[in-house]
């Protein structure tokens, strides 16, 4: 049970992680109290920094999640999803160092980061009309100077770019590079890229254990709906998690579809009463879901299958 927690700057739980986190506690309490009946056992995990940082990720490296038949969490959302389309993405911050000079009395002295910055910006921009469906990318000017009549000499950005799994968002990388190089070579500054944290992976949504919380979701009278993948998109460490274990991110309605993630209403909703419902839903679903694979032999060996055959391919 993964109890992930963090939030967004200026706009708190805009991302219910309130939520997600309850709800796995919640879980791991009520198998508490059948665990001796059921037998095998039950880790609860508390992961933060998922908005940035990698926390899943950096925990996966250190062995965290071995010897797991299933990890498992739910995200609170505006629809009752089985799964989120989750896009592997990588952070890059991006500066670029030039020289700077009076901007008006002697402009030709001067070699204007921010011209870099912008160049690869606006080559960014014109990027996007020839990328997939499925990709995307983001980015803010973090620095562009200090006053008007100094060129600015420095200027940094932070950049997101996000694929539909990590081979395709590697070429996309290089792309959006070449962007990065293109802005350095014609303002005639010095680039420098790094990464600003760990990748996230794509989700391998585990179908047999998918399978088995829909149908413990329906007891409590949720209904998942088969939405367009496309309806709730967006970036996970808990993709890094799929590919060591089954595992499965399904989606418990507690706010009206037009509300969107990441935004200050939704973190009212968290907070709310339907809130509240989410996570005790929640908890019931992800219980009952774990009582399946503690108890039922054939159901791990779907779920094994299915883990080995998303490796395979």
């Known amino acids: 049970m993964l109890c992930e927690y963090d939030a967004l700057p200026g706009i708190g739980h805009g991302c219910g992680h309130n939520v997600i986190a309850a709800a796995g506690a919640g879980a791991g309490v009520a ?23 990698g926390g899943k990720v950096l925990m996966g490296r250190e062995g965290a999640f071995a ?18 389309h989750v896009l592997a993405i990588s952070a890059m911050h991006v500066e670029y160092r030039g020289r700077g000079a009076h901007a008006a009395a002697s402009p030709h002295a001067g070699l204007n980061a921010l011209d870099g910055l912008v160049t690869a910006y606006q080559s960014i921009a014109q990027l996007r009309q020839h990328i997939r469906h499925t990709e995307r990318i983001h980015g803010i000017i973090t620095d562009g100077g200090d006053k008007p009549n ?36 014609a303002s005639g500054t010095e680039l420098h890229v790094r990464a600003d944290g760990v990748d996230y992976s ?6 047999a254990l998918a399978a088995a919380y829909e149908a413990n979701l329906g007891t409590l009278g949720r209904h998942v709906e088969h939405a367009p993948p496309e309806t709730v998109s967006g970036s996970t460490d808990m993709g890094n998690v799929s590919k060591l274990v089954p595992s499965i991110h399904p989606m418990v309605a507690i706010a009206p579809r037009r509300v969107a993630l990441h935004t200050a209403e939704f973190a009212t909703f968290a907070a709310a009463e339907s809130g509240q419902q989410g996570v005790v839903d929640g908890a019931k679903a992800l219980a009952l879901t774990a009582i399946d694979v503690l108890c039922t032999p054939d159901l791990r060996t779907a779920m094994r299958a ?8």
């Open 67 to 84: 010897d797991l038949a299933a990890a498992m969490m739910i995200h609170p959302a505006s629809l009752e999803l089985i799964e989120m």
């Open 306 to 313: 299915s883990f080995d055959a998303a490796t395979l391919g």
């Open 31 to 53: 198998l508490a109290a059948v665990i001796a009946e059921t037998g095998g056992s039950v880790v609860v995990l508390g992961t933060p920094a998922e908005e940035g940082g």
């Open 150 to 185: 100094i060129v600015p000499e420095h200027a940094a950005g932070l950049f997101y770019v996000r694929a539909a799994n990590e081979r395709r968002l590697a070429r996309l990388k290089e792309r959006v590079h070449n962007c990065f190089e293109a802005g350095a070579l």
């Open 202 to 207: 794509d989700l391998w949504t585990n179908a």
